[in-house]
């Protein structure tokens, strides 16, 4: 067994770790979380209603709950060993069902407070009939030693759920577990299931066996001895009471008690016998800390993880969407329908493709002189252009959002997060606008190119010849072409488009000027389009914000928790 010892340093410790507890939230509903929550409550209450209750106060009267199935006669032991009805015992069950602790009238204070339980109001009326589960009754009894306390707790096999659940909590509150069973029911599953994580956190335990037929008691208490030495329970005292009518108020017979409350006055007044249930009980609830703490820091880590997940989901489609218009605003996907049919009918394409078939090298002039004098690319084709990539920017963004709500759905803990975001996978009603303003500004920047390039006055004059916005019309199409093959069979109608785009650029600016400002162009379009999209990704991840985790809450329990151990 591990010795503990108290010191400040290790009240502090414990203290930073409740901190850190405090902080653990497991909000998503994946694998293992709703044991991971019970464990957390577990470890809250054992830190609150124990933990630093005890080392903070080690002279505090030894806390012995008194635990049992239902009708075992808890509350009739404690009332004869108060000397006093103290709790209400009876037929119907469960009998109670708010805990009574029971003190030495000199040691009230340690009580009022919340010292210990400090969930549980206290209520000071006395009356045995009141029956608060929300409550811990406080009952003074000068027939308790100084120096030790009991509860009298419900039934750890209540059929009322919360009965069940208030028993643990005192359970894990207690210095002792004084456990009240009968000689019938000795061996039932319930009780062994408490006495078995006993066992495992080394809490100090001693038996009551109670109305075990004398001619029995021999028999009945070596098999329970055997029982108890195979759970690693060999050294816990046994006390046993015989059946015998009960003495005037339903009290047991005092020659009866006689070990029992000579055994709980020693814990009270002999100071080595007090720290050997005490420091048992302090040091295997430290124990079983650290192991819950690790188990808690990897729940937290598993939530973390899961939102990550979420997270990378989420970039992971928006990537891939902008990805897309990367690629379809450069290799011809948008030249078709009106945009080509606007195309052909300024430059008459036809024509001009036959032309580049036959004679490739004459490209340049033939562009410049099929074009020398006319006018600008009509106001359609780029209205056309911008139509197209409007479609495109807006189709690449729905299938993004429908992408997470469907990916989001499969994740465990991501399909309540859906269903509490019914519009997550909807675009908003005012993206449209922002689209179209993303293009006007990307026309902006292109017009802007096409200035800067034509600054000087030959190339100027070329370009108030076809005009600046002819130009960055043009500059467009051949943004949105530039990775068009022009041989073989891939020169095809959208082939000979952006060809036939280049060329006239090249014929205003030059090959490498050309070259330059399609790259640039692009560029700044995905820029935009990857600020529009990452926008769009804060909308969905905001579905997060609501998930209170901290990503160092792992790290910060497992530190907290080896600060603990190292001042042990």
Same mark, same amino acid.
């Given at each position: 067994?591990?010795?503990t010892v108290t010191?400040d340093a290790?009240?502090a410790?414990?203290r930073?770790?409740?901190?850190?507890?405090?902080?653990?939230?497991?909000p998503?509903?994946?694998?293992?979380a709703?044991h991971a929550?019970?464990?957390l409550?577990?470890?809250?209450?054992?830190l609150?209603?124990?933990?630093?209750?005890?080392?903070? %106060?080690v002279?505090?009267p030894v806390l012995?709950v008194?635990g049992?199935?239902?009708?075992s006669?808890?509350?009739?032991?404690?009332?004869s060993?108060a000397?006093?009805?103290?709790?209400?015992?009876?037929?119907l069950?469960?009998?109670?069902?708010?805990p009574v602790?029971v003190?030495?009238p *000199? *040691?009230?204070?340690?009580?009022?407070?919340?010292?210990i339980?400090?969930?549980?109001t206290?209520?000071r009326?006395?009356?045995?009939?009141h029956?608060d589960?929300s409550s811990?009754?406080?009952?003074?009894? $000068?027939?308790?030693?100084q120096?030790v306390?009991?509860?009298?707790?419900?039934?750890?096999?209540?059929?009322?759920?919360s009965?069940r $659940?208030?028993a643990?909590?005192l359970l894990?509150?207690a210095d002792?577990w004084?456990?009240?069973t009968?000689?019938?029911?000795y061996?039932d599953a319930?009780?062994?299931?408490f006495?078995?994580?006993?066992?495992e956190r080394?809490?100090?335990v001693a038996i009551?066996?109670d109305r075990?037929?004398?001619e029995?008691?021999?028999?009945v208490?070596?098999h329970?001895? +055997?029982?108890l030495a195979t759970?690693?329970?060999?050294?816990?005292?046994?006390?046993?009471?015989t059946e015998?009518?009960?003495g005037? +108020?339903?009290?047991l017979?005092?020659?009866?008690? *006689?070990p029992?409350?000579?055994w709980l006055t020693t814990l009270?007044?002999?100071?080595?016998?007090?720290?050997v249930?005490v420091?048992r009980?302090?040091?295997?609830?430290?124990?079983?800390?650290?192991?819950?703490?690790?188990?808690?820091?990897?729940?937290?880590?598993a939530q973390v993880?899961t939102v990550?997940q979420?997270?990378?989901i989420v970039?992971?489609s928006y990537?891939?969407?902008t !990805?897309?218009v990367?690629?379809?605003?450069?290799?011809g996907?948008?030249?078709r329908?009106?945009v080509?049919?606007?195309?052909?009918?300024?430059?008459?394409?036809?024509d001009?493709?036959?032309?580049?078939?036959a004679?490739v090298?004459?490209l340049?002039?033939r562009?410049?002189?099929a074009l020398?004098?006319r006018?600008?690319p009509?106001?359609?084709l780029g209205?056309a252009?911008?139509e197209?990539l409007?479609?495109?920017?807006?189709?690449?963004?729905?299938?993004?959002?429908?992408?997470v709500?469907?990916?989001?759905?499969?994740v465990?803990?991501?399909?309540?997060?859906?269903?509490d %975001?019914?519009?997550l996978d909807?675009?908003?009603?005012d993206?449209p606008?922002?689209v179209?303003?993303?293009?006007?500004?990307?026309?902006?920047?292109i017009?802007?190119?096409?200035r800067a *390039?034509?600054?000087d006055r030959r190339?100027?004059?070329?370009?108030l010849?076809?005009?600046?916005?002819?130009v960055?019309?043009v500059?467009?199409?051949?943004?949105?072409s530039h990775?068009?093959g022009v041989s073989?069979?891939?020169?095809g109608?959208a082939?000979?488009?952006?060809?036939?785009a280049q060329k006239?650029?090249?014929?205003?600016?030059?090959d490498?000027?050309?070259r330059?400002?399609?790259?640039?162009? %692009?560029?700044?379009?995905l820029e935009?389009v990857?600020?529009l999209?990452?926008?769009?990704?804060? !909308?969905?991840?905001?579905a997060l914000?609501t998930?209170?985790l901290?990503?160092?809450?792992p790290?910060r329990?497992?530190?907290?928790?080896a600060a603990v151990?190292?001042?042990?």
């Open positions: 067994m591990t010795h010191t290790l009240v410790a414990v930073a770790l409740r901190a850190e507890i405090n902080r653990v939230q497991l998503l509903h994946i694998d293992g709703t929550r019970r464990e409550a577990a470890v809250r209450a054992q609150d209603d124990y933990l630093v209750p005890r080392l903070t %106060h002279d505090a012995a008194v049992g199935s239902t009708g006669g808890k509350s009739t032991l404690v009332n060993l000397c006093s009805l103290v709790s209400r015992a009876g037929v069950r469960p009998t109670t069902r708010a602790l003190h030495h *000199e *040691e009230a204070f340690w009580f009022v407070g919340s010292r339980l400090p969930g549980l206290r209520d009326t006395g009356d045995p009939d029956q589960p811990i009754r406080l009952v003074a009894a $000068d027939a308790l030693p120096g306390a009991l509860i009298d707790a419900p039934d750890i096999d209540s059929v009322v759920e009965n $659940d208030l643990r909590q894990s509150a002792l004084l456990f009240v009968s000689a019938s029911r061996a319930v009780p062994w299931s006495l078995h994580q006993a066992a080394g809490t100090s009551v066996l075990v037929p004398a029995a008691l021999v028999a208490r070596d329970l001895s +055997g029982m759970e690693g329970l060999r050294s816990v005292p046994i006390f046993s009471l015998s009518p009960l005037e +108020g339903g009290m017979p005092e020659r009866q008690l *006689e029992l409350r000579d009270a007044t002999d100071s080595r016998a007090k720290n249930v420091r009980t302090l040091s295997g609830a430290l124990d079983a800390l650290d192991v819950h703490v690790h188990a808690l820091a990897d729940a937290s880590s993880q990550e979420l997270q990378a970039q992971s990537g891939e969407a !990805r897309r990367q690629e379809e605003a450069a290799d996907s948008l030249l329908g009106e080509l049919a606007r195309w052909q009918e300024y430059v008459g394409a036809g001009l493709v036959r032309s580049f078939e004679a090298g004459r340049r002039d562009v410049t002189t020398g004098g006018p600008a009509t106001a359609e209205v252009l911008q197209g409007h479609q495109l920017i807006l189709a690449h963004a729905e299938a993004a959002a429908l992408q709500s469907r990916r989001w759905s499969s465990p803990g991501g399909e309540d997060i859906v269903t %975001h019914p519009d909807r675009l908003p009603a993206l606008a922002h179209t303003e993303l293009i006007q500004q990307w026309r902006t920047d017009l802007d190119l096409v *390039e034509g600054k190339t100027t004059a070329r370009v010849s076809f005009g600046v916005n002819g960055g019309v500059l467009m199409l051949a943004v949105f990775t068009v073989g069979a891939e020169l109608i082939g000979g488009s952006a060809l036939l006239i650029l090249e014929a205003i600016f030059g490498q000027a050309v330059e400002l399609t790259t640039e162009a %692009h560029q700044r379009l935009r990857s600020a999209y990452a926008r769009e990704q804060d !909308r969905i991840l905001a914000t998930i209170d901290a990503t160092d809450t790290e329990l497992l530190k907290a928790a151990k190292a001042q042990r």
